[in-house]
């Protein structure tokens, strides 16, 4: 028996999975927590679990490819590619485009060559799902020179998650994929909404960055660019602190000053007033995308609901789908499997 091993890193969480690579049947899994480290020791932290990893897999020659989840490919990587030492020096240079997930990637990709050189490494990129994006979509109402010249462009993220829920809700409709309508939207730390027509992504929320669009867990989303002025000049902070307060203390944190989801959620149960007013910027934000992609779309088939928070707890769809604008729209749940997305990917490479 041969296997695939997934590793899908985050800035908070390591998961692996490994998959019969015949029939891709799921043999064993896990999710290792990734504490805050500072940056200069993310290499160790995450060899470190690589190894732990190994030792709980055991049997480890038999694994022969390893995947990745890689979120950001830039101009670089536009398709599934096989990753090398060679490529490394690359795959560095866009780091700075998706900070809180490609420098863990990354680290993912060099514990598998270090720890096990003789088996090949493939990247699958979150961006690769939305290279079709038409040329009016994806530039921005910038000056020109800014997409010829340095490839400024609305790239869109979580594109694996998206393409195995629309494939799963597809096989749920009974309808053949190039056929089908669908808003899919993926909830979880980050967040995003898909326009997805004839086989493809038409419109995504995220943009050049996993920043853009909706409010999410601790990222602003959508923002007047005359706020980051203001905070600029208010604190007398330089860009990059203004980038990590936009990164990572904003969203339904910044304003519920809770950390966890579920207790934002627990919060508004207690009526605790930030926690209110958190969870319906929240949904309102969501509500005005999928309204926005209606538009787009016309008549779909159905608004899917993936990711961790959007196949969670059923009061946060509940409280997105109230808009009348949705009455008699189907609605699907489709559990997040990321893993088995990239395994599909890899198999016959």
């Known amino acids: 028996m041969n296997n695939i091993l997934i590793l899908n890193l985050g800035s908070t969480s390591f ?9 891709l049947k799921s043999l064993q899994k896990g999710n290792f927590e990734i504490k805050q480290v500072e940056f200069n020791k993310t290499q160790d932290k995450i060899d470190k679990i690589f190894r732990g990893i190994l030792r709980e897999i055991g049997q480890i020659d038999k694994i022969k490819k390893i995947g990745h989840r890689v979120v950001h490919g830039g101009n ?18 866009i780091n700075n485009l998706a900070p809180l997930h490609n420098p863990f990637n990354l680290a993912g990709i060099k514990s598998a060559i270090k720890y096990l050189p003789n088996v090949k ?17 994806k530039v921005y109402p910038i000056p020109y020179e800014y997409y010829e010249k340095y490839g400024i462009k609305k790239f869109g993220f979580h594109g694996i998650s998206h393409k195995y829920a629309i494939e799963k809700a597809t096989e749920k409709l009974n309808k053949k994929i190039n056929k089908v309508k669908i808003i899919s939207v993926h909830l979880g730390g980050g967040c ?3 326009a997805f027509e004839n086989g493809k992504a038409v419109e995504t929320s995220m943009g050049f960055t996993p920043m853009e669009g909706l409010m999410m867990q601790t990222r602003s989303g959508d923002i007047d660019i005359g706020v980051v002025k203001e905070i600029l000049f208010q604190n007398d902070n330089n860009i990059k602190e203004v980038y990590r307060i936009l990164n990572q203390e904003s969203g339904l944190k910044g304003i519920s000053q809770k950390d966890n989801y579920l207790d934002v959620l627990e919060g508004v149960k207690n009526k605790n007033q930030k926690c209110q007013l958190a969870f319906q910027m929240f949904v309102l934000k ?13 008549k779909v088939d159905a608004i899917i609901f993936t990711g961790k928070i959007g196949a969670g707890k059923i009061e946060t769809r509940k409280a997105i789908l109230k808009s009348n604008l949705f ?3 189907k609605s699907l749940v489709i559990e997040p499997w990321e893993e088995l997305e990239i395994a599909q990917e890899i198999k016959s490479k």
Do not use: M, R, W
Not at 76 to 89: A, G, P, S, W, Y
Not at 286 to 298: P, T, V
């Open 327 to 329: 009455k008699g729209i």
């Open 192 to 194: 995003s909404i898909t």
């Open 76 to 93: 670089i990587f536009l398709n599934t590619k096989e990753i090398k030492e060679v490529d490394l020096n690359e795959l560095e240079k």
């Open 286 to 298: 969501i509500q005005k995308y999928i309204g926005a992609y209606l538009a787009i779309l016309g």
């Open 15 to 23: 998961k692996y999975e490994l998959f019969d690579l015949l029939n």
């Open 121 to 137: 490494n493939f990247a699958v990129f979150d961006t690769t799902f939305f290279q079709d994006l038409a040329k009016y979509v």
